[in-house]
């Protein structure tokens, strides 16, 4: 899957939350944190692999894993164990959304305890990026857009 879909999952997170101090970096960092599941493109492995893409990163221990790196960080942007909980939902959505995606493998969400690949029932994203794009722009666009307040 492309980017787009977890960095509009990103972007929406960070909007829920309004402007608060270091508005910039904790956009940056949200993004990140939604694409660092998929740095396993990187690895030069099979798929199929444990550690290849979809495997280890993008399990739930992982996800358990990169939140807890992102509660080390709360005091620096300011989050509250609230606000740490979403960072970990807005990253599990990262393994959530490629279980929705067609032509894959599966992700291995139960890793290390088992290999096994798992899909959702519906896979309705498409391999195609120009559709993912076109599914999830009005999500980015909007999550982009400035709360103002009344």
Request: proline share 5%; hydrophobic share 45%.
């Amino acid at each position: 899957m492309a980017t787009i879909a977890h960095l509009a999952f990103a972007t929406a997170v960070r909007r829920r939350w309004g402007n608060q101090k270091n508005y910039f970096l904790l956009l940056l960092f949200l993004c990140f944190l939604s694409y660092f599941p998929d740095l396993d493109t990187h690895f030069g492995l099979e798929d199929s692999h444990p550690w290849g893409h979809r495997g280890a990163t993008h399990s739930i221990l992982f996800t358990v894993v990169l939140g807890a790196f992102s509660g080390c960080l709360g005091k620096y942007f300011d989050l509250s164990f609230k606000k740490m909980f979403w960072i970990s939902v807005m990253t599990i959505s990262h393994s959530i959304l490629d279980m929705m995606t067609q032509g894959n493998l599966g992700v291995a969400a139960l890793w290390p305890w088992t290999h096994e690949r798992y899909f959702l029932p519906w896979k309705w994203i498409p391999k195609n990026k120009w559709m993912e794009t076109l599914y999830f722009s009005p999500l980015l666009i909007y999550s982009l857009i400035p709360k103002f307040k009344n």
